[in-house]
T-cell receptor, first 117, second 110 residues
Framework: DTAVSQTPKYLVTQMGNDKSIKCEQN?????MYWYKQDSKKFLKIMFS???????INETVPNRFSPKSPDKAHLNLHINSLELGDSAVYFC????????????????FGSGTRLTVV | GNSVTQMEGPVTLSEEAFLTINCTYT??????LFWYVQYPGEGLQLLLK?????DKGSNKGFEATYRKETTSFHLEKGSVQVSDSAVYFC?????????FGSGTKLNVKP
């Protein structure tokens, strides 16, 4: 199936731990994103990578570090987890042309529900 | 700047009722507009889109028309089903960035 896939789907961990969420897309897209969805369903972009290059880095604590080994993968590593990091994290991808006014939608993964206890 | 405002929920309707979820936007330039749907426990799925003024996006009985004069992209469906219960997000795509509304939860009762 062509898709954006994230692992794990659920992640429960203690405060202070370090964890990673993985994302892979087999759509041939060259841009990938991480979004955070809070308990009120509000979506906030965190990062965007185009062909392994960071292009969007919103105001996110330094504890969050994205890593893109190739354009099909964008992983999210979180250090020293805090209670406020509990949320659903979505990976997404799109096919964009650099420097163009791109008009297509994003394809989202099914999300990773992170619970910090 | 770019932003999207959509009506607060939850919206509760009986099956076969008419649905409208309001969405207005502010944007520089000429963005594309989208509606996404999120079913419980799932990710966001693209429901429909419109890329220029007066375009109508439609899918699964849902429709929305890109109205530049009123800067709106309201979502409508003539007869909702229980299976339409979900959270609906209006969004616009500016230059290389998506802007999402806050989401509207729809509950459809049998």
């Amino acid at each position: 199936d062509t898709a954006v896939s994230q692992t794990p789907k659920y992640l429960v961990t203690q405060m202070g731990n370090d964890k990673s969420i993985k994302c892979e897309q087999n759509l041939g897209h060259d841009t990938m994103y991480w979004y955070k969805q809070d308990s009120k369903k509000f979506l906030k972009i965190m990062f965007s990578y185009n062909n392994k290059e960071l292009i969007i880095n919103e105001t996110v604590p330094n504890r969050f570090s994205p890593k893109s080994p190739d354009k099909a993968h964008l992983n999210l590593h979180i250090n020293s987890l805090e209670l406020g990091d509990s949320a659903v994290y979505f990976c997404a991808s799109s096919q964009d042309r650099a420097g163009a006014n791109n008009r297509d939608g994003y394809t989202f993964g099914s999300g990773t529900r992170l619970t910090v206890v | 700047g770019n932003s999207v405002t959509q009506m607060e929920g939850p919206v509760t309707l009986s099956e076969e009722a008419f649905l409208t979820i309001n969405c207005t936007y502010t944007a520089t330039g000429y963005p594309s507009l989208f509606w996404y749907v999120q079913y419980p426990g799932e990710g966001l799925q693209l429901l429909l889109k419109a890329t220029k003024a007066d375009d109508k996006g439609s899918n699964k009985g849902f429709e929305a028309t890109y109205r530049k004069e009123t800067t709106s992209f309201h979502l409508e469906k003539g007869s909702v089903q229980v299976s339409d219960s979900a959270v609906y997000f209006c969004a616009l795509r500016g230059f290389n960035k998506f802007y999402f509304g806050s989401g509207t939860k729809l509950n459809v009762k049998p």
